[in-house]
């Protein structure tokens, strides 16, 4: 085992290479070396991302080194961004920190395609006009003055992250056009097809003899020989129907029990305790319906991306029920069971064989529609092909809101929704973007001052003006809640913001990775509940 | 430069001091005090491990406003823990953990004494954990947060508060987690849920003797069979890559003799290690939340949270958070006897099969008698070769249905009482 693979094991054994070389190929920005920032960094820099960026024009004082472990008391006075990129840059030596000691909106000013070269934005407590600018040229991704050409596939789009902590609360926020996943790491990716066997399937069924005097060889039969010995026997009986109700799920169940010669066949008792799931019809799930009725899915061009080329291939083969049976390509994992060495590896070499028939006439799809729109067939490596088959019951295609969206076309009656719930943190959400008000209204933070309950009042006023602009009334957020935000004063309570700092660099890493499943689009966190919660704003 | 009489403790301060100062209408009971700054200046925290969870729980703590910080840990730096154990670099590799982590704190952060112990947590006493006001947990192993919790529960003397130590836990397993607060006596303890646990992982002998299918047989075989005839007493080390390579290569051997796929190094190491995919982002998250409630517990400013909650980041950001309630008849923070059903024509060693394997009791090596009567004894060698006979003998033919029995192991620090009935 090389070095890196020593020290990367832990991890590895999540996202794998291919997940591991995304990491390494990522530039992350980050805009202010506040402590959720830095945090957020650290986690980032020791899996060990490509590169990093910090910009911060400020100098580090007494406050930022009691809430920021990546700031000493040596650094009292110096740039933030360039001790911050020292100190973050220790944690790995195969880690490029850079650092920039300026206002982002005048480098902006300079160079509005900047942010292209960033496979990630993490904007941490900006103003909300600040957000705004950030957010709007992550989602066209600076394109003035860039020939969108010249940048790498995969690499067109900038995600934009948004975070703030103040006092007990933390928030975060992803914005980018469109993400998607095949590799979601479901719980379970066995598809053993009992109620749709294919030829290969029943033929293995049959080999086995259900009469045997043999104790050992009938408490070794596999149980989806079991199972689809009495699926099929039910069929035969119920016209080719399978059970459907939970009457008829039990009596297969008792069908299978009856077959039994001791209440210890374990065998039997796994193909029983499968029955429920193996009587779910296998079918094209909704989800995935979706994907194929999405117009990228449909018209396909030389700019589509790999999943979409690969989203679509899947939908042809769907469509040619004489090489589909009108369902997905099999996963070609089954789990374990009691069985002997030899009967589990031939059913598992069925399985497999069978995938592997699939991927194929999915990549007889692939190259083709690769040619019709001008690419080079082949172009999509096999290794690729067979982990979107593998997983196609699960992939995942993701549209954020734009910040603008969430601004100017506020979800009126889901915010109403949300506040409706007495146990609910969207009031957070509400005191957050108040917040961004009364900073715009008054040039500080509520609560930063000595007479910190004066704001009170103010901000409530606030909270009101944002309830009235949604149509909804003034007394839906307690005072309370107002007074609490006034107490936090703008302040940085270092757990929060190591809180937080983990919770955006898994979704970091899951959008770069593009692997498991990242947030849409909000996360909230009340450390004094010790409650969080996810909205689409 | 600036010398250390300028650092001003209320700049630095500032956002802690705010939540002390200031008054709450949330949490109109706290009262701000100028103590309270004393208190968590002045008092003693115990962190017991300092891997994943326990570096960033010693940096949180110091970032909390904590001074007076122990941290215990008997395990050395290994190049696998680089990916997040922050405080260590390459070249601190082999060096002891504890030292390692709180001599970096105590650089780092100002005022802040970290001071390390290089042992066990068995290896010290009730009068040790006395000391501390409070002890947060970030371990790797069921059996030490079980010996800690137990241990923390027996401390404990109702008419003294000052002997109830909360208890703050945490663990991880990939992107997801869960922390919680145990208040010893008063709260669910670890005991308590022991059923949350997965089953332990293991293979059946006979599976792994006579009908390997995956390659996680193959290389239990290596281990558990093959090592023993081959090396003879001398113990396997699976921190050495020599005896990994040897495991790797004699699994892979079986594997394609039986015509099995998937037996590669790293899946060896895997199991036979019984290795936790670990990452940085996930031990933040649960170490945070640790520190998060002992800053509320020592402060007041806030309520705690009562008293678990779960984190999953596989699908989107998933928290729960709930009150666990306690276990009626826990062998530790209750007073009752634990009720157990088993079949009395089974033998006491399938009984004890049984309890290893049953997610609350999850026993290494269990030693029973029943009142003064010895029915199977780990140790001595003497003792367990004249009570070995009744491992083979039903159940009913040792006591009767509703008797109860005492059950220890030496991994423990208490002994189960077992009343149990004959299904």
């Not at chain 1, 088959?389 to 100017?408: D, G, T």
Request: net charge negative.
């Amino acid at each position: 085992m090389d070095a890196k693979t020593q020290k990367y094991d832990r991890q590895l054994r999540l996202w794998g290479n291919s997940g591991q070389d995304a990491l390494e190929s990522a530039h992350i920005l980050l805009v202010n070396a506040t402590a959720v920032g830095c945090e957020i960094l650290k986690n980032l820099v020791l899996p060990g991302i490509g590169q990093f960026t910090v910009i911060d024009q400020g100098t580090v004082t007494q406050n930022d080194i009691g809430s920021n472990f990546f700031l000493d008391f040596e650094s009292l006075g110096k740039p933030r961004a360039e001790r911050a990129c020292e100190l973050l840059g220790e944690l790995n030596e195969d880690v490029k920190g850079h650092w920039i000691a300026k206002d982002i909106l005048s480098i902006l000013k300079e160079d509005p395609a900047f942010l292209a070269q960033f496979s990630t934005v993490i904007a941490t407590n900006i103003t909300r006009e600040t957000a705004e600018k950030i957010a709007a040229l992550c989602w066209v991704n600076g394109q003035q003055g860039v020939d969108i050409n010249t940048i790498p596939a995969g690499k067109k789009k900038t995600a934009f992250v948004w975070v703030k902590t103040v006092g007990f609360i933390g928030a975060a926020r992803i914005a980018v056009p469109e993400h998607t996943i095949v590799e979601t790491h479901p719980d379970n990716v066995a598809d053993l097809r009992i109620d749709t066997p294919f030829p290969e399937l029943i033929a293995f069924t049959k080999s086995f003899d259900f009469n045997t005097q043999d104790g050992l060889e009938f408490g070794h039969i596999p149980y989806v020989a079991i199972l689809l010995k009495y699926m099929e026997e039910w069929k035969q009986e119920h016209g080719g129907k399978i059970p459907s109700t939970y009457a008829e799920k039990n009596q297969l169940k008792a069908a299978i029990r009856s077959g039994m010669r001791s209440a210890d066949d374990e065998n039997f008792e796994e193909a029983i305790n499968s029955v429920l799931r193996s009587c779910q019809p296998t079918v094209v799930p909704s989800s995935i319906k979706e994907i194929f009725n999405d117009p990228k899915c449909v018209n396909l061009t030389s700019e589509s991306s790999s999943f979409w080329i690969l989203a679509r291939a899947l939908k042809d083969f769907v469509d040619d029920y004489a090489k589909s049976a009108g369902l997905l390509p099999l996963s070609g994992t089954i789990p374990d069971m009691k069985a002997q060495t030899d009967s589990y590896v031939t059913l598992q070499s069925i399985y497999k064989a069978k995938a592997k028939q699939d991927i194929q006439e999915v990549s007889k799809i692939v190259d083709s529609l690769l040619e019709s729109i001008g690419l080079a067939p082949g172009s999509i490596p096999l290794q690729e092909i067979e982990t979107f088959c593998k997983f196609s019951a699960f992939l995942k295609v993701i549209r954020y809101r734009s910040l603008e969206q969430e601004y100017n076309q506020p979800k009126i009656k889901q915010i109403a929704s949300w506040l409706s719930d007495p146990d609910s943190i969207f009031p957070q959400y509400v005191l957050l973007r108040a917040s961004d008000s009364f900073y715009d209204d008054h040039g500080h933070h509520p609560g930063e001052g000595e007479n910190w309950e004066d704001d009170v009042d103010q901000l409530q006023g606030n909270v009101n003006i944002l309830l009235q602009s949604w149509g909804l009334e003034n007394d839906t957020i307690s005072k309370d809640l107002t007074h609490e935000i006034c107490r936090y004063g703008n302040g940085t309570i270092h757990n929060i913001a190591s809180f937080i700092g983990g919770v955006v660099s898994q979704e970091v890493i899951k959008l770069i990775t593009h692997q498991y499943i990242p947030m849409d689009n909000t996360f909230i966190f009340d450390g004094a509940r010790s409650v969080s919660a996810v909205f689409a704003v | 430069m600036v010398d250390t009489e300028t650092i001003n403790e209320n700049e630095r301060w500032a956002g802690v001091y705010k939540l002390l100062d200031r008054n709450s209408l949330i949490h109109p009971e706290f009262e701000p005090q100028e103590e309270i700054k004393e208190f968590i200046k002045s008092c003693k925290i115990l962190v017991i491990g300092a891997g994943g969870l326990g570096c960033e729980i010693l940096k949180n703590l110091a970032l909390s406003g904590f001074c007076d910080i122990h941290v215990i840990d008997m395990d050395t730096i290994d190049v696998s823990n680089l990916n997040r154990q922050f405080l260590f670099r390459r070249a601190d590799v082999g060096k002891p953990k504890a030292v390692t982590a709180a001599a970096f704190v105590n650089k780092r952060v100002q005022g802040v004494t970290v001071t390390p112990h290089y042992c066990k947590i068995q290896d010290k006493d009730e009068n040790f954990y006395q000391e501390f006001a409070l002890i947060i947990c970030g371990l790797d192993s069921i059996e030490a947060r079980r010996w800690i919790n137990a241990t923390l529960v027996g401390m404990r003397d109702e008419d003294d508060p000052d002997t109830i130590k909360p208890l703050i836990d945490g663990g991880t397993e990939g992107f997801k987690g869960q922390a919680r607060v145990i208040l010893p006596g008063i709260t669910s303890c670890y005991e308590c849920s022991m059923d949350m646990l997965s089953k332990p992982t293991g293979f059946p002998l006979c599976t792994i003797a006579n009908t390997p299918r995956l390659p996680e047989h193959c290389i239990e075989w290596a281990s558990v069979l093959e090592w023993p005839n081959k090396h003879g007493d001398r113990k396997m080390d699976t921190d050495d890559p020599k005896d990994i390579q040897w495991l790797y290569e004699t699994a892979l051997a079986r594997a394609k003799q039986y015509n099995i796929q998937g037996v590669t190094y790293s899946l060896t190491q895997g199991v036979v290690k019984n290795i936790i995919p670990a990452i940085a982002a996930t031990n933040a998250i649960i170490a945070a939340s640790c520190c998060n409630e002992a800053l509320k517990i020592a402060t007041t400013c806030a309520k705690n949270l009562n008293n678990y909650m779960m984190y999953s980041g596989n699908d989107s950001v998933y928290t729960y958070t709930f009150e666990h309630q306690r276990k009626e008849d826990c062998p530790v923070c209750s007073n009752s006897a634990t009720k157990l059903d088993f079949k009395g024509d089974k033998t006491l060693e399938e009984f004890m099969d049984y309890l290893k394997e049953k997610p609350d009791i999850q026993l290494k090596k269990p030693s029973f008698t029943l009142g003064g009567k010895l029915l199977y004894m780990q140790a001595p060698k003497q003792l367990e070769e004249t009570t070995r006979p009744n491992l083979a003998k039903p159940l009913k033919e040792l006591f009767a249905s509703g008797d109860e029995i005492t059950i220890t192991d030496a991994t423990l620090p208490f002994s189960l009482q077992a009343i149990v009935s004959f299904l």
